[in-house]
Structure formats: C-alpha cells, structure tokens
C-alpha cells in the first residue's frame, strides 16, 4: 500500500512539475507572441487623406497630432515604422525562443525536469534575496539621512540600548528580518545549486548571503550600502553561470539522444506511435486539466478579491467571466477540451451503469472523440480570435453541437444491445428495461432541445446543424428499435421467418438514406457558412474531410451493398425451388442456420437451403457451403458443347447409376467433389 501511495505521489509531482511551463506559453499566447495590434490611422500625403496601419507603440507618438496642424509631416514615420516592427520582430523571435523552451521543458524526462526546478530555484533565490537586500538598504539610509543625529545599529548594540534596536520604525528590526530571511535563502541556494560543492565556495556562499545585513549593522558610507546588494549577488551568479557552462555538453547529448530516440522509434513503429507512447509518458490530458483548473482558480481569487460585495457581483457574471477567459488562447481552449473529455467519459460511464455494461473502451472513446470535436469545432469557429461577447456565444453553441454528438454515442452504446437482447432471447426483463429506458431518453431530449431552440431563436445555419444532428438520433433510434421489435416478434414464432431479413434490409437502408441526406444537408449548410458567414482554412479542411469520409465512402458503401443484394437475389432467383414432396422427402434442416425448411432453394450441387440464408451466405462466396462447389454459373454454349463433349458414355454412364443409387437410399447427392464418389463408382465396377 506505501509503494502504491509512493508512487501515485511521484506521478501526481510529475504531473505538476509540467503544469507551469503551459502558464509561460499561456501568457505569450496572451499577448500575442509580442505582435502588437495594428491601429487606423490618417496619413497626409500630398494633401490628401490615406488610410494606414501603424503598430500601437506609434499611435502614442501620434496623439494629438492631426493633418492641420501639420506637424505629422515633421515626424519622420517611415523611420519609427521600420524601428517598431525591427523591435517588434525581435521580441517575435524572443517570445517563439521562450515557447520552444517551454515545449522543451515539457517533453523532459522527470529526472531531467527535477534539475531543471533545481536551476530554476537556485536562481530565483538570488532574485529574492537581490530584492530583499536593496529593500533593507534603502530602510537603513533612509533612516540615516532622515535623522542627522542617528547612530549605527553596532553603536546602539554596544550601548546596550535594546528599545531602540527593536523600535519598530527604526531599522533595526528590518535588518533583523533581512538577517533570517537571507540565512534561509542561502541555506536553499547551498542546499540545491548543481555546481560542485567544495567547502570554500559553500562558505563564501552563506557570506555572500549576508554580507548586506552585516554591513547594514556597521557604520559603513552610504556609497557602499548602495553597492552592497549587487556585490553580494555576484557570486551565486557566478556559481549558476558555471553551472550553465559546466553542463552545456550534457545538456546537448541528452537533446541529441531524444532526437536519436525519436527518430529510431519512428523508422522503427512509425510517428502515430511515437505520439501515443509520448502522450502516455507525459501524461498530456491530466497536465492539461490541472492547468486549466488552476488558471480558473487564480481567475475565481482575483474575481472574488476586486469584485466580491459588489452590488454587480453574482455568481452568474463569474462563471459566465470564467467561461468567456478559459478560452481566450489556445493552451486555454487545450485545457478545457481535457475537462470536457474528463466529464463526457464519466457521462458515458453513467450510461453504461444504466445499461450494466462493462465495457471500459466505449466510454474511454467517448471522452477521446469528445475531444476532439470540441477542439476542432473550437478552431474552425475562430474562438480564440472572437471578442468576449461573441466567443461566449460561440462557446455555448459549441456546447450544444456537442451535447447532440454525444447523444450519438451514446445511441452507439445502446444500440448493439439491443441487438444482442433480442437475437439472443435474453429473458432478464431489467436489461430490457434499462436498454428501453436510454432510448426513450435519446427520442424524449432531443425533440425537447429542438422544441426550446426553436421558440427562442430564429432561424440559422447553427440552429439547422443542430436540428439536423437531434432529427438525425432520433431516426437512429427509431430504426434500432424497429429492428430490436422485429428480432423480438421472430424470437416468438415457432416457425422460420424468412421475410425477416428483408425487412431488417429494408428498414437500415430506410435509416441509412436519412443519415446520408442529413450528411449531404450539412455539407451545404457548411458550405454556406465557409461563404457566407465565417470561412478559415480549418473549415475547408474540415468540410472536405466529412464530404469524402461522410459522403463518398458512405455512398460508395452503400452501392455496393445495393449491388451486392440485387445480384446475390438474381443468383437465388435463377436457383429452382423445391417442391414439397421434394421437402418432405428430405425432411432436413438447413445446413447454415439449422431451422426446418418450409420452403428451400435447391444448388446445381443438388443441396437445399433456405433462399434468404443462401442470400446471405452469396455475400461472402458463390461456392456450395457444404461442398464448395460453385452454386451459380452462367456457362456460354460453347462451354456446355465442351463440357458435354468431354464426359464419355461410360462416364454418362455413371452419372445416372450413382444418382440412381442416391435416390435408392434416400440421400442427397454432393456432387462431383463428394468423397462418396469414388466409392460408389468403384461398386459399379464391381457389380459389372
């Protein structure tokens, strides 16, 4: 139980030691990788008006300045032009350095990553103890100058004049403070800089630490307290530069071994595998749920702290600020999409327990293809480039588009369920129930959101998408439910029912043509909304993918079911029917579903089956299932002369005595291939 607390503990910090380097893209995300909005602005050229694009650092430049002062043409702007997009093209670069850095950080190995939180602490150690020491100095000559008759805090020490060493607004006390918190600071620093540890440079380190709170005591010239601060910073730099230097080799072979692995892993399984194992170490979906839960942490703090008691505050405009900032970038958007994917697997979990399913892959498909969806319909809609009223609206429709996707995956659950209850005459009642149960659900709530959508907004291209998706589950069901009734009503009967497939046939392919025209409908729908409303590269793609995968394949799919049907009924047509004495005389079952035959089509193999299970089985092969010989054959009449030229008359011969023999004994005959017929030619030769 500890190891498995232990290492539940490790991945949980590894988890986390991955979270803040998605707040550094985050943040450049934010500001738009160091790009500035452009501004309009008005340009007098040769006394008339022209219409420019200027970044934001020059419009500042420009305020106030109007054509008829005419001062615009004073300003050299082709100068400041080419200066701000030089200086904006710099911090481009710094911001992309910063990302990829980043990204780096991320994709480390743990161990890897725990030596680079130790750099990292080290440093900011320095940092603050740099802060804390200029802010000490600056108490101690500010006290300095603002008393003339004031005394060094080693004169009042050895005065013994304690009151006035902790006077509160002396600065005795901040020296003091200043004095444990740099003791601390250093012990971190010794206690995790990865340079060589050798006892000199350890003790020159605590020194270096505290060397401003020990000048601070003693009555030393303003000029050197003012230094103090930088000076003592100077060697735990130095000690993290060599670190830096010490380990560039090491840091470059391990970058070239990851490449090296990566490169062998592709040439070896392919990149999809290289994804999958990458996304499995990293724990990508659970980084990216922590992150976004704690970027809507910070914003709920910093809500509840400027706004809370306000007569505006509630705690609808909160979750509605939430909902508008958790998607303003991209790593955002990631971020939600992982808690989206993480709430639509336990939904599909719930489903499941209602249908007492145990099934883990449905459910883990669910939250993965939810997922998707949702960042694709995420990107196509432009989300993160909206303004903030727009994008909420965008989001909620967002939502609802999902909402009826996942309506669609759940009908996937339920449906082969049903499929089984009925054709396996399972007679447990309470599965049944609970099966009939999530139908009535998928036909009751989506009549319901289309009855709501449609009295409270008017008519749109969003508003048909959903509609078209919510009509489309609804069919869906309906047609499971037919065919789940039927198998249910053949269960009953005693008899074979041999119209049973071509209802079945007839009642998917009624369910299938709806879904392809509800597939053609929303390709123009999309098409009209590429035009029309809001176009995008990932829109084109996206519409191109669901008109080959949605359209054509279906549609090819579906022809050649159609074809394959209407020749395997040709082929069954031109078979003779057998009689009913032929029948009673028999008095078998069929050979491929093992039911009495009331009605039966006999093979040029002289074998009987029911004419819908030989249907069936002409889907897969035009060969007998019982002797492999070829059940349909359109022979040309030169083919017959020959067949019927190359048997001799002692062969003819044989024919007829063997199915005479056949006959004597009650047995159908299997043709030329049958194992028997060697044998019975064999007793004809004996018997002349």
Same mark, same amino acid.
């Given at each position: 139980?500890?190891?498995?607390?232990?290492?539940?503990?490790?991945?949980?910090?590894?988890v986390?030691?991955?979270?803040?380097? #998605?707040?550094?893209i985050?943040?450049?995300?934010?500001?738009g990788?160091?790009?500035?909005?452009?501004?309009?602005?008005?340009?007098?050229v040769?006394?008339?008006?022209?219409? $420019?694009?200027?970044?934001d650092?020059i419009?500042?430049?420009?305020?106030?300045?109007?054509p008829?002062v005419?001062?615009?043409?004073?300003?050299?702007l082709?100068?400041?032009?080419?200066?701000?997009?030089?200086?904006?093209?710099?911090?481009?670069?710094?911001?992309?350095?910063?990302?990829e850095?980043?990204?780096? /950080?991320?994709?480390?190995?743990?161990?890897?990553?725990?030596?680079?939180?130790?750099?990292?602490?080290?440093?900011?150690?320095?940092?603050?103890?740099?802060?804390?020491?200029?802010?000490?100095?600056?108490a101690?000559?500010?006290?300095?100058?603002a008393?003339?008759?004031?005394?060094?805090?080693?004169?009042?020490?050895? &005065?013994?004049?304690i009151?006035?060493?902790?006077?509160?607004d002396?600065?005795?006390?901040?020296?003091?403070?200043?004095?444990?918190?740099q003791?601390? #600071?250093?012990?971190?620093?010794?206690?995790?800089?990865?340079?060589?540890?050798?006892?000199?440079?350890?003790?020159?380190?605590?020194f270096?630490?505290?060397?401003?709170?020990?000048?601070?005591?003693?009555?030393?010239?303003?000029? $050197?307290?003012?230094?103090?601060?930088?000076?003592?910073?100077l060697?735990?730099?130095?000690?993290?530069?060599?670190?830096?230097?010490?380990?560039?080799v090491?840091?470059?072979?391990?970058?070239?071994?990851?490449?090296?692995?990566? @490169?062998?892993?592709?040439?070896?399984?392919?990149?999809?595998?290289?994804?999958?194992?990458?996304?499995?170490?990293?724990?990508?979906?659970?980084?990216?749920?922590?992150?976004?839960?704690?970027r809507?942490?910070?914003?709920?703090?910093?809500?509840?702290?400027?706004?809370?008691?306000?007569?505006?505050?509630?705690?609808?405009?909160?979750?509605?600020?939430?909902l508008?900032?958790?998607?303003?970038?991209?790593?955002?958007v990631?971020?939600?999409? +992982?808690?989206?994917?993480?709430? &639509?697997?336990?939904?599909? &979990?719930?489903?499941?327990?209602?249908?007492?399913?145990?099934?883990e892959?449905?459910?883990?498909?669910?939250?993965?293809?939810?997922?998707?969806?949702?960042?694709?319909?995420?990107?196509?809609t432009?989300?993160t480039?909206?303004?903030?009223?727009m994008?909420?609206?965008?989001?909620?429709?967002?939502?609802?588009?999902?909402?009826?996707?996942? %309506?669609?995956?759940?009908?996937?659950?339920?449906?082969?369920?049903?499929?089984?209850?009925?054709?396996?005459?399972?007679?447990?009642?309470?599965?049944?129930?609970?099966?009939?149960?999530?139908?009535?659900?998928?036909?009751?709530?989506?009549?319901?959101?289309l009855v %709501?959508?449609?009295?409270?907004?008017?008519?749109?291209?969003?508003?048909?998408? $959903? +509609?078209?998706?919510?009509?489309e589950?609804?069919v =869906?069901?309906?047609?499971?439910?037919?065919?789940?009734s039927?198998?249910?009503?053949?269960?009953c009967?005693?008899?074979?029912?041999e119209q049973?497939?071509?209802?079945?046939?007839?009642?998917?392919?009624f369910?299938?043509?709806?879904?392809?025209?509800?597939?053609?409908?929303?390709?123009?729908?999309?098409?009209?909304?590429?035009?029309?409303?809001? /176009?995008g590269?990932?829109?084109?793609?996206?519409?191109?993918?669901?008109?080959?995968?949605?359209?054509?394949?279906?549609?090819?799919? /579906?022809?050649?079911?159609?074809?394959?049907?209407?020749?395997?009924?040709?082929?069954?047509?031109?078979?003779?029917?057998?009689?009913?004495?032929?029948?009673?005389?028999?008095?078998?079952?069929?050979?491929?579903c093992?039911?009495?035959?009331?009605?039966?089509?006999?093979?040029?193999?002289?074998?009987?089956?029911?004419?819908?299970?030989?249907? =069936?089985?002409?889907?897969?092969?035009?060969?007998?299932?019982?002797?492999?010989?070829?059940?349909?054959? $359109?022979?040309?009449?030169?083919?017959?002369?020959?067949?019927?030229?190359?048997?001799?008359?002692?062969? @003819? @011969?044989?024919?007829?005595?063997?199915?005479?023999?056949?006959?004597?004994q /009650?047995?159908?005959?299997?043709g030329?291939?049958?194992?028997?017929?060697?044998?019975y030619?064999?007793?004809?030769?004996?018997?002349?």
């Amino acid at each position: 139980m500890l190891t498995t607390i232990r290492n539940k503990a490790l991945n949980f910090a590894d988890v986390v030691m991955r979270v803040p380097p #998605l707040f550094i893209i985050d943040e450049l995300l934010r500001i738009g990788l160091g790009l500035p909005g452009e501004n309009i602005v008005l340009e007098d050229v040769n006394n008339e008006f022209k219409v $420019v694009s200027v970044p934001d650092s020059i419009v500042g430049s420009l305020v106030g300045i109007t054509p008829e002062v005419g001062l615009l043409h004073q300003l050299n702007l082709s100068q400041h032009i080419y200066q701000s997009y030089l200086l904006t093209l710099f911090k481009f670069i710094l911001c992309c350095l910063a990302c990829e850095a980043a990204l780096c /950080g991320i994709m480390l190995q743990k161990k890897h990553l725990v030596v680079v939180y130790l750099y990292l602490i080290s440093v900011g150690v320095i940092f603050v103890s740099y802060w804390s020491n200029v802010s000490t100095m600056k108490a101690v000559i500010w006290y300095a100058t603002a008393n003339e008759t004031a005394t060094s805090i080693l004169d009042d020490v050895l &005065c013994l004049d304690i009151p006035k060493v902790l006077n509160p607004d002396g600065p005795g006390v901040v020296v003091i403070r200043n004095y444990i918190l740099q003791c601390t #600071l250093a012990l971190i620093f010794c206690y995790v800089h990865l340079a060589p540890r050798f006892s000199i440079i350890q003790k020159s380190l605590v020194f270096s630490f505290m060397a401003p709170s020990i000048f601070a005591v003693l009555p030393i010239p303003i000029t $050197v307290l003012n230094h103090a601060p930088v000076f003592a910073t100077l060697l735990p730099l130095a000690v993290s530069k060599f670190v830096i230097w010490y380990n560039s080799v090491a840091m470059g072979r391990i970058i070239y071994s990851g490449y090296q692995h990566a @490169r062998t892993f592709i040439s070896s399984y392919g990149l999809s595998a290289l994804v999958e194992a990458e996304w499995s170490r990293l724990n990508v979906p659970c980084v990216l749920r922590i992150f976004w839960m704690l970027r809507v942490g910070e914003q709920v703090i910093q809500i509840m702290g400027n706004h809370y008691g306000e007569d505006t505050f509630t705690y609808y405009v909160m979750v509605r600020t939430l909902l508008i900032n958790g998607c303003e970038t991209l790593t955002a958007v990631l971020g939600m999409t +992982s808690v989206i994917s993480f709430i &639509c697997h336990y939904i599909g &979990c719930f489903f499941q327990w209602i249908l007492l399913n145990d099934d883990e892959e449905d459910s883990k498909s669910i939250g993965t293809v939810s997922a998707i969806l949702f960042y694709i319909l995420a990107l196509q809609t432009g989300l993160t480039s909206l303004d903030r009223e727009m994008r909420l609206v965008r989001l909620c429709r967002n939502f609802c588009l999902l909402f009826t996707a996942l %309506l669609h995956f759940v009908h996937n659950i339920v449906n082969p369920l049903l499929m089984s209850l009925s054709a396996s005459h399972n007679p447990a009642l309470h599965r049944h129930f609970r099966a009939l149960l999530v139908c009535a659900f998928l036909i009751m709530f989506p009549v319901y959101l289309l009855v %709501l959508l449609w009295s409270q907004y008017s008519v749109s291209t969003w508003l048909l998408a $959903v +509609s078209a998706f919510s009509i489309e589950v609804i069919v =869906k069901v309906l047609v499971s439910l037919a065919i789940y009734s039927l198998f249910l009503y053949d269960a009953c009967r005693h008899t074979f029912w041999e119209q049973l497939d071509d209802y079945v046939y007839y009642i998917r392919a009624f369910g299938n043509t709806v879904e392809f025209a509800f597939g053609i409908f929303l390709f123009f729908n999309g098409l009209w909304i590429l035009v029309y409303e809001s /176009g995008g590269l990932i829109r084109a793609v996206m519409m191109c993918v669901h008109a080959y995968f949605n359209i054509w394949c279906e549609a090819k799919a /579906g022809w050649s079911v159609f074809m394959k049907r209407r020749t395997a009924v040709n082929k069954i047509n031109s078979l003779p029917e057998a009689r009913t004495e032929q029948l009673m005389q028999l008095d078998d079952v069929c050979a491929i579903c093992y039911q009495e035959m009331s009605s039966a089509k006999i093979t040029r193999c002289n074998h009987y089956f029911h004419g819908v299970c030989l249907r =069936k089985w002409l889907y897969v092969q035009d060969r007998c299932p019982l002797c492999h010989d070829i059940l349909y054959k $359109v022979d040309s009449p030169q083919d017959s002369k020959d067949n019927v030229s190359a048997l001799t008359d002692q062969e @003819r @011969r044989n024919e007829d005595e063997i199915d005479e023999l056949y006959q004597n004994q /009650g047995l159908q005959r299997n043709g030329l291939r049958s194992p028997n017929y060697r044998r019975y030619v064999e007793q004809l030769n004996e018997d002349r």
